[in-house]
């Protein structure tokens, strides 16, 4: 069974750091973008940061030189580390998978993505 699974939230406090993870199984194709997304309460969920097949990245502009978008060499396990985290970060986080979109940013959305995880909290508190 394909799945994407997301780890590695929690709460912190403003300033803090956490990093996700996801694995992917049972997927044994290429992939051609993974990317991250959140949704808030209340509010439409948003792409956070994706990463392609040769690396290359790219980031919300909420996000950009806080959060680090990262893959294991084998490209199978999605990170995100985020640092300095805020209050306005907390939602659940989801990671996405595809193989063939047109193009990787985080400005897909989270449905365009064949595979699709279940999330992980993120609570940053004040």
């Known amino acids: 069974q394909v799945q994407l699974v997301e780890s590695g939230g929690g709460s912190v406090q403003a300033g803090g750091s956490l990093r996700l993870s996801c694995a992917r199984y049972g997927y044994d194709y290429s992939i051609y973008c993974m990317g991250w997304f959140r949704q808030a309460p209340g509010k439409e969920r948003e792409g956070v940061a994706v990463?392609?097949?040769?690396?290359?990245?790219s980031y919300a502009d909420s996000v950009k030189g806080r959060f680090t978008i990262s893959q294991d060499s084998a490209k199978n396990t999605l990170f995100l580390q985020m640092n300095s985290l805020k209050p306005e970060d907390t939602a659940m986080y989801y990671c996405?998978?595809?193989?063939?979109?047109?193009?990787?940013?985080?400005?897909?959305?989270?449905?365009?993505?064949?595979?699709r995880g279940r999330g992980t909290q993120v609570t940053v508190s004040s």
């Open positions: 990463i392609d097949t040769t690396g290359r990245t």
């Open positions: 996405a998978a595809d193989p063939q979109l047109p193009g990787c940013t985080p400005y897909f959305r989270f449905t365009d993505f064949h595979l």
